[in-house]
């Protein structure tokens, strides 16, 4: 079996599971009610910002803040949709089924890696229509917005390759998706001891995922904060595949 139908039966499984349905949905609406309420607040301070030369405009007011609130709700979302990528078929008894048929490890986990992609993509996507519904009829900052998506894909991406990577070591769903839920969140405060000391650079600084996401958010594109996200995303696959060869190897 290669990655591909691996990422494809992953992807038939992610279509099939009401948990990942109901997670587009109800994330979906909350999004596109808080678009509308921005929306509401950027067209009634309208005539105020008019007199400021360099103002805030729909990109600032309205597009990044709606990824933001996106970003807030991947710490929760990707760890339950990937909570049972891994753990799930151990405890249904079907991973043994994947090493049987001599799947490597380092397939089954890019494979399910690729289909968590596709969904985290797509979820993306459909966020990122709301403000480009509007570009004919707003000043929209393609660069700053192009900027952001790409910060919120990469998190997106990170979050998933350390759920799958906890969902690797856990025995049962709800202990990869707490621990998903664990680490992502401390690695996106990790630096916050060393803000309110008024430390903004230094190793803690560099190991915290807000200090490479915020800055992309703004519109800033950095080489080191591409190389840290490619970097955990590595180690978080090579992690799972490493744990995966030795269980497979242990029978």
């Known amino acids: 079996m290669s990655m591909l139908a691996v990422a494809r039966l992953e992807w038939r499984r992610l279509r099939v599971r009401p948990l990942a349905w109901v997670l587009a949905a109800l994330t979906l609406a909350w999004l596109g009610w808080n678009f509308t309420v921005l929306l509401g607040s950027f067209l009634a301070g309208q005539i105020q910002r008019a007199a400021l030369p360099d103002g805030p405009g729909f990109t600032d007011l309205v597009a990044v803040p709606l990824l933001g609130q996106l970003a807030q709700l991947a710490f929760l979302v990707v760890p339950l949709l990937t909570m049972s990528v891994i753990a799930g078929d151990r405890r249904n008894g079907t991973l043994p089924l994947l090493f049987a048929a001599g799947v490597p490890a380092s397939r089954i986990v890019l494979g399910k890696y690729l289909a968590l992609l596709g969904w985290l993509t797509l979820w993306l996507a459909l966020t990122l229509a709301m403000p ?24 997106l991406a990170a979050l998933a390759a350390l759920g799958l990577a906890c969902s690797s070591f856990s025995s049962h769903p709800a202990i990869a998706a707490a621990a998903a839920l664990i680490l992502g969140l401390a690695l996106w405060s990790v ?49 799972a595949t490493r744990h995966l060869s030795t269980e497979r190897e242990r029978g």
């Open 132 to 155: 480009l519904a509007l570009a004919h009829a707003t000043d929209l900052d393609g660069g700053k917005l192009a900027a952001a998506a790409l910060g919120l894909a990469l998190m």
């Open 191 to 239: 630096n916050l001891g060393a803000q309110m000391a008024g430390i903004d650079g230094g190793a803690i600084n560099w190991l915290a995922m807000s200090a490479h996401v915020q800055p992309l958010l703004r519109g800033l594109v950095s080489s080191a904060d591409l190389l840290w996200f490619a970097l955990l995303i590595g180690l978080s696959l090579a992690l």
